[in-house]
């Protein structure tokens, strides 16, 4: 079974920065290799639904944000890691959530129908 863990969240204040990160447990899910699966970013905050945050292509050479995000988040991947990153600057309180990664061969973007997902990580942005 694939695993995706996410790390990096924590308590920030207004404007600062956070930088998540999310492993593949192995090289290989479901038996394609980590490089062959399209990445996404998404988070829930309490008492909402599960929104799309950031996307990123299997090669990285695709990136796509949500318009709340636009400008102050950078998603990013180290394939030779099986990591992807999202680097969050400018930081609002709005922006408290559980983020979760996720991963799938084809879905790419604004889906919340991807394969495999991580367990998530708080982030919480104080005023």
């Known amino acids: 079974q694939a695993q995706l863990v996410e790390s990096g969240g924590g308590l920030v204040q207004t404007g600062g920065s956070l930088r998540l990160s999310c492993a593949a447990s192995?090289?290989?899910?479901?038996?394609?290799?980590?490089?062959?699966?399209?990445m996404g970013w998404f988070r829930q905050a309490p008492g909402k639904e599960r929104e799309f945050v950031a996307g990123i292509s299997w090669s990285g050479g695709s990136t796509l944000y949500a318009n709340v995000v636009k400008g102050r988040f950078t998603m990013s991947r180290d394939n030779a890691k099986n990591t992807v990153y999202l680097q969050m600057n400018s930081l609002k309180p709005q922006d408290t959530a559980v983020y979760y990664c996720a991963a799938d061969r084809f879905r790419f973007g604004n889906s919340l129908d991807y394969d495999y997902w991580g367990q998530g990580t708080q982030v919480t942005v104080s005023s």
């Open positions: 192995g090289r290989t899910i479901n038996n394609y290799n980590f490089t062959r699966y399209n």
